[in-house]
């Protein structure tokens, strides 16, 4: 059986909002947002669990950027406010499905962000 991520997300309006969306094909733990800036290293930027619902946001998105999830869709939503350029970066996401001995992690193609000054 095979599992895949697939990123979605709409076209937005110059420095307006923008959701990301990412679907997973079936139960995962958790799944989470990540971007890579050019030059930079990947970072974490929010995730969330399926079952409890707990997220968790890098420092410099928070009150910025909210995660959401459907777990009947098994579908995580990265809704983002109040863009800055900062904020380009090509984003991923992550998603962790179950194993009989763990877990797996499978990555999203990215989806770019671009945000001018």
């Known amino acids: 059986q095979s599992q895949f991520v697939e990123p979605g997300g709409g076209l937005p309006q110059p420095g307006g909002p923008l959701r990301l969306s990412c679907a997973a094909s079936?139960?995962?733990?958790?799944i989470g947002w990540f971007r890579q800036a050019p030059g930079k290293e990947r970072e974490g930027v929010a995730c969330?669990?399926?079952?409890?619902?707990?997220?968790d946001y890098a420092e410099s998105v928070k009150c910025r950027f909210t995660i959401s999830r459907d777990n009947a869709k098994n579908t995580v939503y990265l809704q983002m406010n109040n863009r800055k350029p900062e904020d380009t970066a090509v984003y991923y996401c992550?998603?962790?499905?179950?194993?009989?001995?763990?877990?797996?992690?499978?990555w999203g193609r990215g989806t770019q962000v671009t945000v001018s000054g």
């Open positions: 992550k998603a962790a499905f179950p194993r009989s001995n763990g877990r797996a992690d499978i």
């Open positions: 079936g139960f995962t733990f958790a």
């Open positions: 969330i669990t399926t079952n409890e619902g707990t997220t």
